[in-house]
């Protein structure tokens, strides 16, 4: 499975602070908000990826992020020009998918919670059809809201933005698809906004009977970092969260030493890059803590 993180848009709810550069670049707490989503991808097993952006930001993305090799992993880069829908990633990644299933996470998008990997991992192994992660929210009209049937538990229906919402449960930036999704993209009209919506797509597997939610109950958190508040409001999480644990939120160099796509030497060089902040001090720390485990 490959995957594509879609890191473009104008970030308007986000100006001033995004007239100038990406939403996905700004920091959540101690590390550039396209970390999370990245180490997403990673823990599901995830090695090639493709990072969807505006062409004005591309060369900033392609700075931070290199080729992946730092990481074990293969970054490509494409452009989406204007903020089409989500479901343009299908079409502006088609040669890039290939034969292969996809993965699509939006780079806004932060989760957090024990099991994220065995989830994420079951449904890149599903054989068929098209897997969703759905949140309760107090405000599911802002969402893609998908309703479930009471006795079977299975999903009924996926609307967008309702404005008599069915269920409080949304759905997620984070998608896993069979390779059929290429050719379900291609085939949708935009909606009424003139956008491609990722929700007539998932509408298609669960008119197929194909369509799976998993739903994140207690213990899982989904951030949405689209406006100042809940830009706030997730760097708090992960502040909190890393100074009661010790560890970091979606660290994606430690996540690669853990699955073994690094060796400690090269998280070490990686280090003595970024100097003797914070973060370097952490990587040299949590390298000989993982080291003598």
């Known amino acids: 499975m490959k995957g594509i993180i879609l890191a473009g848009g104008k970030g ?112 890149s192994a599903r054989e068929s059809g098209a897997t969703i992660f759905a949140h309760q929210v107090d405000d599911p009209q802002r969402y893609g809201v998908v309703s479930f049937n009471s006795r079977t538990g299975q999903a009924e229906t996926i609307e967008e933005k309702p404005e008599r919402p069915r269920s409080s449960w949304a759905v997620t930036g984070l998608y896993f698809y069979k390779n059929d999704v290429l050719d379900i993209a291609a085939s949708i009209k935009p909606s009424a906004r003139g956008e491609l919506e990722i929700t007539d797509v998932n509408r298609a597997y669960l008119e197929h009977g194909d369509l799976h939610v998993c739903r994140l109950g207690r213990g899982f958190a989904w ?40 060796s400690a030497d090269q998280v070490l060089a990686r280090a003595a890059l970024l100097g003797k902040n914070e973060y370097a001090v952490y990587l040299r720390r949590r390298i000989r803590e993982l080291a003598d485990a």
């Not at 708090?236 to 853990?258: D, L, N």
């Open 12 to 123: 308007t709810r986000l100006y001033p602070v995004t007239i100038s550069v990406s939403k996905q670049l700004l920091p959540v707490h101690d590390k550039p908000m396209i970390y999370y989503p990245l180490g997403t991808l990673m823990l599901a097993g995830i090695r090639e990826i493709l990072v969807i952006t505006m062409p004005r930001d591309r060369p900033l993305f392609e700075e931070l992020l290199g080729d992946g090799s730092e990481l074990g992993l293969a970054i490509s880069y494409a452009e989406q020009a204007e903020p089409n829908g989500l479901a343009e990633a299908f079409i502006i990644g088609r040669n890039f998918i290939g034969d292969s299933n996809v993965a699509l996470i939006l780079g806004d998008n932060i989760f957090y919670g024990a099991g994220l990997p065995e989830l994420c991992r079951e449904a």
């Open 223 to 262: 951030l949405d970092t689209g406006t100042h508040d809940s830009l706030h409001d997730a760097a708090s999480f992960v502040r909190t969260i890393e100074h009661r644990q010790g560890v970091k939120v979606m660290c994606p160099e430690e996540i690669a030493f853990e699955l073994g796509y690094v």
